[in-house]
């Protein structure tokens, strides 16, 4: 039994014996942070932090640049003739005749589609034939009142029949004037939707008529343009169908009805298409332009720090001594804003230089900067 007893005391013994010299050897020289006299002492900072308060911060500009730009707008549109109109006939009929081609020039006037006007026509040689009774009675009873041998009332009743007459056969002459379908103004015709021998009833469509030698570019503005948008302002007009291609337009008219569902405006603008290379129904963007800076001051979009409602920029300075240079905070107005750009209004001039990035790490006026120059300036809108 005391046999047994003799395994754990001896791995108690050795235990606490192991402990023991770890505890000596970790302990039997002084800590390299006490004293000699038990006292705390920090360690030596590093050699290289000294100077890392006074490092400059490293930041990207930019120039202020002067450039051409234009105060305008963007908007869609759809083009329209300058005139335009389907062709319908007034009464029915049986077309006997096509005076034109597919896509012909017409001219005002023009007789572009005849309907079967036989009946009306013997209606009109009838008319003129009782115009001509009713002249010539009318004229007789004239010399015989001279000579006294009838009355005054006779001569009254044959020139009713002269009227009567003359009223019957305007009546003939325009039922078959209305079978005749003309062009109402000189443009190009459409594509014909009859043909010869056809029966066409009153309000049947035949072929449209477009005058495109100038066309219109209708769009819409929202409401804060109202006081902007001026008749006879120039606008830029792009045609995707045409891209590369540019038109000018002028504002023609301003709808003086503002739409109250999109709270916005109708503008009609004329193009010139004397080269008939616009059609209507084409999709349009309209660029509207109120004015031109031929010398704007412009700095990248990302330089600008919004604050309290405010703009800021933070302008890159030479400090007092030696190729130092130091930031300086400055409040600016902003103008007409581009994509990536924006216009300076007060506050910058012509060659300042201004940062781009890094303005996180610039929590005060007068720190020192290094500035990388990365070659960046606004380009021309």
Do not use: C
Request: a positive charge; charged letters at 25%; aromatic letters at 4%.
């Amino acid at each position: 039994m005391a046999s047994k007893l003799v395994y754990p005391v001896v791995a108690v013994v050795g235990i606490a014996a192991a402990s023991g010299a770890a505890w000596w050897y970790q302990n039997r020289a002084p800590s390299s942070s006490t004293s000699a006299q038990g006292v705390a002492v920090s360690p030596a900072p590093a050699a290289s932090a000294a100077p890392a308060a006074s490092r400059p911060v490293t930041v990207e500009v930019a120039r202020v640049e002067v450039t051409r730009l234009i105060d305008d707008v963007q908007a869609v549109g759809s083009l329209r003739s300058r005139q335009g109109v389907v062709l319908r006939p007034e009464v029915s009929g049986r077309v006997s005749r096509l005076n034109f081609r597919d896509g012909d020039r017409v001219r005002r006037g023009q007789l572009l589609v005849q309907l079967d006007d036989q009946l009306p026509q013997a209606q009109v040689k009838q008319s003129e034939a009782e115009l001509s009774i009713a002249r010539a009675n009318h004229k007789r009873n004239q010399e015989l009142l001279a000579q006294n041998f009838i009355s005054q009332r006779t001569v009254d009743e044959s020139a009713a029949n002269l009227d009567v007459a003359q009223a019957k056969l305007a009546l003939a002459q325009a039922t078959a004037a209305r079978l005749r379908i003309v062009a109402p103004f000189d443009g190009i015709a459409g594509i014909r939707a009859v043909n010869v021998g056809d029966y066409l009833k009153d309000g049947t469509d035949m072929v449209n008529i477009e005058d495109i030698d100038v066309v219109y570019v209708d769009y819409r503005l929202p409401e804060r343009f109202q006081t902007q948008v001026k008749k006879g302002q120039k606008a830029v007009v792009d045609i995707d169908a045409l891209p590369g291609r540019t038109f000018e337009a002028q504002i023609q008219a301003i709808d003086p009805l503002i739409d109250a569902n999109g709270r916005s405006i109708a503008v009609r603008a004329t193009i010139d298409n004397r080269q008939q290379l616009l059609r209507p129904g084409m999709f349009a963007r309209v660029s509207t332009v109120f004015g031109e800076r031929e010398r704007a001051l412009v700095i990248p979009e990302e330089a600008i720090v919004p604050q309290g409602g405010r703009q800021f920029v933070i302008k890159v300075v030479n400090g007092a001594e030696k190729d130092s240079q130091l930031s300086k905070r400055v409040e600016v107005k902003v103008g007409i804003r581009r994509p990536g750009r924006v216009e300076i209004l007060d506050g910058l001039s012509e060659g300042d230089t201004v940062v781009t990035a890094g303005h996180q790490r610039l929590q005060k006026d007068g720190a020192a900067v290094k500035v990388i120059d990365t070659g960046r300036t606004p380009a021309k809108p």
